[in-house]
């Protein structure tokens, strides 16, 4: 379609309520449009750019062995009670009933859901291991959306999930994703540093997230200026070479303020390599036991 005949809202003034250039940008062009605080339409040229990142993110997802699954938005309160994460979850959580007055729930991410379904799906440990994902909209109520679509209410969101026999398997799962998200985010021409991170409400016993490196970003940053030398050329799908990976990445100090110790920082990186920045957290991903 000709670009004369596209519909492309241009706006002349950046709107109030654009702080960063990214979302300011973004209106202007007429890539999205606000409906209400934190929850946007996707314009035609918006949601052209939207699924050519989410091409490439189930790509790289393909390429590991994941398969690609599609969960509801609308939930069942009943298997987050059983979870114990129904009222931990907190007032981010969209609560709903239905006409039944049953209690259901907008989807902040489905780790019950897709717990749920496997679990009355596999009987046998020889279907082990399976690797499953899906692309779909997710709603927290944030208390401040802010920086348009980087913390809004309403978001598209990938997640994955994996189902091992024992740790050695679960840690194999781990270190492909680990190492899909290196090449999307390579693929996507962004920068993008491995961050131990805390598991928060999710829960696990390992996590790491994907810090985007921004001057307007949320999180501050604390890493060794010799990680950015790093890749995941010559990396295949065996343990060792994954592993390899993950240890690579892992030997230079890179946490964000949560996990921050001066001390440590201090002793572990030299000056020169010193890195204090801030960043975005792009994905981020974890080990259960």
Same mark, same amino acid.
């Given at each position: ?27 202007? $062009?007429?890539? @999205?449009?606000? +409906? =209400?605080?934190?929850? &946007?339409?996707? %314009? *035609? ?68 859901? $897709?717990?749920? @379904?496997?679990? +009355? =799906?596999?009987?046998? &440990?020889?279907? %082990? *291991? ?71 409400? @999710? ?9 985007? %490196? ?76």
């Amino acid at each position: 379609m000709y670009i004369s005949k596209s519909f492309i809202p241009i706006l002349k003034n950046n709107p109030s309520e654009a702080k960063i250039k990214s979302h300011q940008l973004m209106l202007r $062009v007429g890539m @999205i449009k606000q +409906s =209400s605080a934190g929850i &946007y339409s996707w %314009l *035609p040229l918006g949601f052209k750019v939207m699924k050519k990142i989410e091409h490439i993110v189930r790509e790289e997802q393909n390429k590991i062995g994941a398969q690609e699954i599609l969960m509801p938005t609308i939930q069942s309160s009943e298997i987050w009670k059983e979870s114990g994460r129904y009222e931990d979850y907190g007032e981010e959580m969209l609560r709903i009933k239905d006409r039944q007055n049953r209690e259901m729930l907008y989807g902040p991410t489905n780790e019950e859901l $897709v717990t749920d @379904i496997f679990r +009355s =799906s596999v009987k046998s &440990y020889k279907s %082990l *291991p399976q690797l499953l994902y899906h692309i779909q909209w997710k709603f927290r109520d944030e208390i401040r959306p802010r920086f348009g679509i980087m913390r809004c209410r309403e978001f598209y969101m990938k997640d994955a999930y994996s189902f091992d026999i024992n740790d050695e398997e679960a840690l194999f799962s781990y270190n492909k994703f680990f190492l899909s998200y290196l090449k999307t985010f390579k693929r996507l021409d962004l920068i993008a540093i491995p961050m131990a991170a805390d598991t928060g409400p @999710i829960g696990g016993n390992l996590s790491h997230e994907f810090i985007i %490196l921004a001057e307007t970003g949320e999180s501050k940053i604390f890493t060794d200026k010799r990680i950015f030398d790093l890749d995941s050329d010559g990396t295949n799908l065996e343990k060792d070479s994954l592993n390899k990976l993950r240890k690579k990445y892992e030997q230079f100090y890179s946490v964000t303020d949560e996990k921050f110790d001066k001390d440590e920082f201090e002793s572990k990186v030299s000056e020169k390599n010193r890195l204090k920045t801030k960043g975005y957290r792009s994905w981020s991903y974890f080990l259960f036991r």
